[in-house]
Nanobody
């Protein structure tokens, strides 16, 4: 079973930047797509950004398009999510998730989840 651990969350002022990391360990015999999801209080879990394991194809949520860069470092088994120009509405718990095969933006299609990291955007 895969284990995913997020890091890099914290408090940032509006307009600031933050980079989240998702480190994958455990079984890696199959290819897994990695997705970043977020959930704010009273809100549904939503996809933020995803990346394929094979071709590197990416997805960015419309609400954050242009402010995100997702990348993968295979040697470190880590996926990064660079977030810029952060807004208060970006405040949420951000989760890293993995699924077999191609990327998907639906949260329940993912089999493995990290514990989440809190991102708070506030002045």
């Amino acid at each position: 079973q895969l284990q995913l651990m997020e890091s890099g969350g914290g408090l940032v002022q509006p307009g600031g930047s933050l980079t989240l990391s998702c480190t994958v360990s455990g079984f890696t015999g199959d290819d897994y797509a990695i997705g970043w999801f977020r959930q704010a209080p009273g809100k549904e879990r939503e996809a933020v950004s995803c990346i394929n394991a094979d071709d590197g194809r990416t997805y960015y949520a419309d609400s954050m398009k242009g402010r995100l860069t997702i990348s993968r470092d295979s040697a470190k088994k880590t996926v990064y999510l660079q977030m810029n120009s952060l807004r208060p509405e970006d405040t949420a718990v951000y989760y890293c998730a993995a699924r077999r095969g191609a990327l998907a933006t639906v949260w329940w299609m993912h089999d493995y989840w990290g514990q989440g990291t809190q991102v708070t955007v506030s002045s």
